[in-house]
């Protein structure tokens, strides 16, 4: 998920763990990136994902952050993502990498 598409409007301390999401990316345009294979590197090597689909929001949301937030979400919640490959990801800055198409199988 896009850092930048946090509903921050409803809640300035929403975050990571409200979201139920689990890597949170902050200049990235994420949900553009379905049916593609990106690689996030933290400095311990490429680990590769398959953007499959965008995750969508439930009304959970609603009951965690506030009123209005499954709404907010819609279109932007992030994406569902099938790992490639091993690695280590850590906090912090991490280079960005759109590989190609993900394979339609």
């Known amino acids: 998920m896009a850092s930048e598409n946090l509903p921050t409007h409803i809640d300035p301390a929403v975050g990571l763990q409200q979201t ?6 902050r200049g990235v345009d994420i949900d553009a990136c379905i049916d593609r ?3 996030l590197d933290t400095g311990d ?4 994902f398959a953007v499959n689909r965008a995750a969508r929001p439930c009304a959970w949301m609603d009951a965690v952050i506030g009123p209005g937030a499954q709404r907010a ?20 800055e991490v280079e960005f990498r759109v590989i190609g198409p993900r394979d339609p199988r």
């Open 37 to 39: 294979i990106v690689e």
């Open 45 to 48: 090597g490429p680990i590769a």
């Open 20 to 25: 139920r999401r689990n890597i949170l990316l």
């Open 73 to 92: 979400l819609r279109g932007k919640g992030g994406v569902r993502c099938t790992p490639l490959s091993d690695g280590v990801l850590r906090v912090g």
